[in-house]
């Protein structure tokens, strides 16, 4: 072939693969896949419904934390101040065993709860949500231990793994 005919050729190639780049982008148009399982399947949403999605969980006033409190030899007992929604909860470890842990919530206006929370167990405590994920204790080593997420109440009764 002559010089001039790889030039042809060349631009025709170029020419077909902008046409395909621009069928394919208006086949898919403004699509985002969601990967739901290890298969390799995907559910998939345009991004107007994920919009949709986005503001309904933002209208929830969903807000979540994840603690790990531990109790030390001194006896100290941990707390931690989380802001959830813009509002300030301090959050206390009071006493913990091998499978729950009492904690103590009190709100921005001084105002407590409490309550002991069993592993996999979900409790609403001052406005506050408490999932126990994990409860330890050891007497040999003087420590008690929980780690939870506190979340506003509008978390636990909405499904994230529709994401």
Known sequence: ???KEWVGVIAVVLIVAVVASLVTTSITGDVIRVNKDINGTYRVYTQLEMDQKLTSLNDLKCDGRFLDLAVNKEGHHPKETVY?????YLIELKTATDSAATIKVINKYGNLGSSEVSEAQTKLINGVEVKMLLADESTALSYAQAQMIVSTPACGHYNFSDY
């Open 1 to 3: 072939m002559k010089s």
């Open 84 to 88: 959830l929604v813009g509002s300030p």
